[in-house]
């Protein structure tokens, strides 16, 4: 039996997204096609509008309609620290929180040996120049690296990583506090315990 090729389109490019297999792509093809039409439509229009006006902050790896940032650009901000986050909604959700004032980086992802996720995967060079080169930042030199990966095995891992290129620059490095649930994500805990998890962050640069 043919399938038809509009269909066996879609499921090709549905397959392409990372998390989704075959099932999956079927799963959501049947479910557009009980949908009406206009539901289709209105994904398609999202998806294009999402790609034609959002890109990444070439200096802290943000998702952003204007390159660099707002949260790289804006004046008021701290751009002597700068957040680590795994993810842009870890910044989303830090935003919300409401307390912290400096500047972002994100990796897009966590290092994951069983996934052969290694650091060149990652935004972790682009951090390290960032530091190392004092620019990024017109108001000055990156003074502390907070590293807010989340607190599962793999984020530790991360920090642990960061953590010792980083002191190698010469530059603070702390760990958000583990008022966060071990196992956790930043998007998953209430905005009270993300502030105080900022605010009483802990030094991993152990040697100074
Ligand atoms: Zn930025």
Known sequence: MTTPSAYDQLLDQLEKLPGIGRRSAERI???LLRQPADASV???RALEAFRTNLRVCGVCGHVT????CPICTDPQRDGTVVLVVE???DVFAIEQAGSYRGRYHVLMGRLAPMEAIGPGDLNIQPLL???RSRRGDEDGAVREVILGTNPTLEGDGT???LAEALTELGVSVTRLA????TGSSLQGVSKAVLSDAVQARVRMDSHR
């Open 178 to 181: 583990r008022g966060m649930p």
């Open 65 to 68: 309609e204007s390159d660099p």
């Open 42 to 44: 209105a994904l398609a």
């Open 87 to 89: 993810q842009p909604s």
């Open 159 to 161: 920090a642990l990583y």
């Open 29 to 31: 093809a049947f479910h």
């Open 129 to 131: 120049d960032r530091v």
